[in-house]
């Protein structure tokens, strides 16, 4: 079954959790590209990978986030973008094998259009270059996340659309503004949102990062009555990040995440995993709580 | 002449470059803040007044920013519009004929990325009579100390927007203080505060740029 179709059964899938905090866990320093990991430890990248397919996922995403030139020109890594997000999918591809699906990850590029610094067609090269790539590693589908501009979205919707046969998935990042409702750093709300990445091409969309699942609730809520027939996604922070003697927490339990799970699912979430502060054990817990609200359905 | 300090403040905190911006589309064709700052000097105001409107429409988008009424786009093109006019003042800054009252070395510290707010503070202290070195992102210890040695006597600012980063700024401020004993460093930053300065052994903390230039005055009084 294609990933496309896997998701359209109707059946709830499971997505990963975080990769940024499971890297400096075993040794990325500050000031090191992580995505040069595919290449120099690609075992941490595969135990970071498996380790997720163990805790229940149907999918997993590739460590490439920062893969796009503009991102990795910060380390001299920019004319290693195609090695560096091929490499990436294949470590994801072995770990996932023939059941699970990989998700190619591409991040915002961190350049902000309507500044003038940059061209559209200078991104959209760079995310078509990071696509392809995704591609030719093995990924299944290509997730364009924790976007905030709809430029900049739209652009790598169109990058991965026109220049491979893989699905794609847009989510972005939303803050809870002081009036309650919800808006990316841009400006955009879900409504802004899915009206212009819908068109782009995007065949699953959502949210990841920024918000713990209580609040995805409520987004989810939103964009299922906008899109009523678009498969939603929701990549959750273990909750917003609280500082502890210079360390940051993230303070969302599995057991938090277990309980919320079936109100995700009634909001219209129909793949759910984990961002900033999931670990293997949250989303073993979302795994478990999926399986008895489909049990007792 | 509080006329135009009211034009250009409205020009900064509406993000109207020139002019020729098509930004915002209501102010199209108007005089932008470029244009204000030069026929303001041509008109004999003083490069004081001119940092005043500027500062005034930063505040008025600040604001509106904190309250989610203005985005990071509104404000990136406030901040636009302010460096066109400070753009301006260089000129008559790097003549001489404002006697600069020291130096600041600025940068955001290393693996941060966020300049914004830093710029700003750039923009202003600049305006408020002292030469700016500034860094850029992400810059290293070595990069810091490279700069004081250029620049002798110079005071050091540092800007952290993330939670993660700004623990940087203390082994930063360590090493600083071993090799030069002397130097006043000086951190900001959103997620900054005074107590965190002091626990890091800062010499001085400002929430925004017009206190920052209110410790560099008195720094060098
Ligand atoms: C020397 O003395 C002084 C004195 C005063 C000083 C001073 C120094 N420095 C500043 N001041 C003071 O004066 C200024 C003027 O009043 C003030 O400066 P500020 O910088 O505080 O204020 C500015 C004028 C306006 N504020 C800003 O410019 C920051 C705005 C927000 C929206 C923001 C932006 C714009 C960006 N971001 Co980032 N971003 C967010 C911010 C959320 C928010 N709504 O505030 C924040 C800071 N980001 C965050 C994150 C997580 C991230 N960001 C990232 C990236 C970005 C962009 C590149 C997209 C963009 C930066 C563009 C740029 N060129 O700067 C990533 C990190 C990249 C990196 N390594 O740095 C990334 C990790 C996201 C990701 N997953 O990729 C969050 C930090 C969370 C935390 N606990 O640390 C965040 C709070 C958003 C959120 N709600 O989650 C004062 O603090």
């Not at chain 1, 918000?211 to 678009?230: C, Q, S, W």
Request: charged content about 25%; overall charge negative.
């Amino acid at each position: 079954m294609t990933f496309l179709a896997k998701v359209k059964s109707g059946k709830v899938l499971i997505s990963d959790g975080a990769w940024g905090t499971f890297l400096h866990e075993k040794g990325l320093q500050p000031g090191e590209c992580p995505e040069l990991w595919n290449v120099t430890r690609p075992d941490d990248v595969y135990d970071i990978a498996k380790s997720y397919i163990d805790a229940g996922a149907d999918m997993i995403e590739t460590n490439s986030f920062g893969g796009s030139r503009f991102k990795l020109e910060h380390y001299g890594l920019a004319d290693r973008a195609a090695e560096l997000n091929e490499a990436a999918a294949a470590i994801s591809k072995k770990a996932a094998g023939d059941a699970c699906n990989v998700l190619g990850s591409i991040g915002p590029t961190g350049k902000i259009l309507i500044m003038g610094d940059i061209t559209e067609d200078e991104i959209y090269d760079a995310f078509k270059i990071q696509a392809m790539a995704l591609a030719q590693g093995g990924a299944d589908a290509i997730v364009v996340e924790t976007m905030t501009a709809i430029d900049e979205a739209v652009l790598a919707i169109r990058a991965a659309k026109e220049n491979t046969p893989l699905p794609v998935i847009c989510t972005f990042t939303f803050e809870k503004t002081i009036e309650g409702d919800y808006k990316t750093m841009m400006g955009v709300s879900p409504e802004m949102m899915a009206s212009a990445v819908l068109p782009a091409g995007a065949d699953v969309i959502g949210a990841n990062c920024g918000n713990g699942m209580e609040r995805m609730i409520d987004i989810i809520t939103v964009l299922r009555r906008i899109a009523p027939g678009t498969p939603l996604l929701v990549h959750a922070n273990a909750g917003a990040p609280i500082v502890q003697k210079g360390k940051t927490l993230f303070p969302e339990k599995p057991q938090d995440m277990f309980k919320l799970t079936p109100r995700l699912i009634e909001a219209g979430a129909n793949i759910i995993g984990g961002c900033c502060g999931t670990t293997p054990a949250h989303i073993a817990a979302i795994a478990r709580a999926v399986k008895l609200y489909e049990k007792d359905k | 002449m509080s006329d135009f300090v009211e034009q250009l403040a409205l020009c900064v905190e509406r993000g109207k470059v020139n002019k020729e911006s098509l930004y915002p589309p209501d102010l199209k064709g108007q005089d932008g803040a470029d244009e204000l700052a030069k026929q303001a000097l041509e008109r004999g105001l003083q490069p004081d007044t001119i940092l005043k409107g500027c500062i005034l429409g930063m505040d008025r988008i600040g604001s509106k920013f904190s309250q989610n009424k203005a985005f990071v786009p509104e404000l990136l093109m406030a901040a636009k519009a302010m460096t066109a006019a400070m753009d301006h003042l260089k000129p008559f800054f790097q003549s001489g004929e404002v006697k600069r009252k020291g130096t600041l070395i600025i940068g955001t510290i290393a693996g941060d990325l966020h300049d914004i707010g830093k710029n700003l503070v750039a923009m202003v202290v600049e305006g408020g009579g002292f030469e700016v070195v500034d860094l850029g992102t992400d810059v290293s210890t070595e990069k810091f100390l490279a700069a004081i040695e250029a620049h002798p006597g110079s005071i050091v600012g540092m800007s952290a927007l993330l939670t993660t980063t700004m623990v940087n700024m203390e082994s930063a401020i360590r090493a600083i203080k071993e090799k030069y004993p002397d130097t006043m460093v000086l951190v900001g930053g959103a997620p900054v505060t005074q107590q965190f300065a002091d626990r890091i052994g800062a010499d001085g903390y400002s929430p925004d740029p017009q206190g920052a230039v209110a410790i560099l005055n008195k720094k060098v009084a």
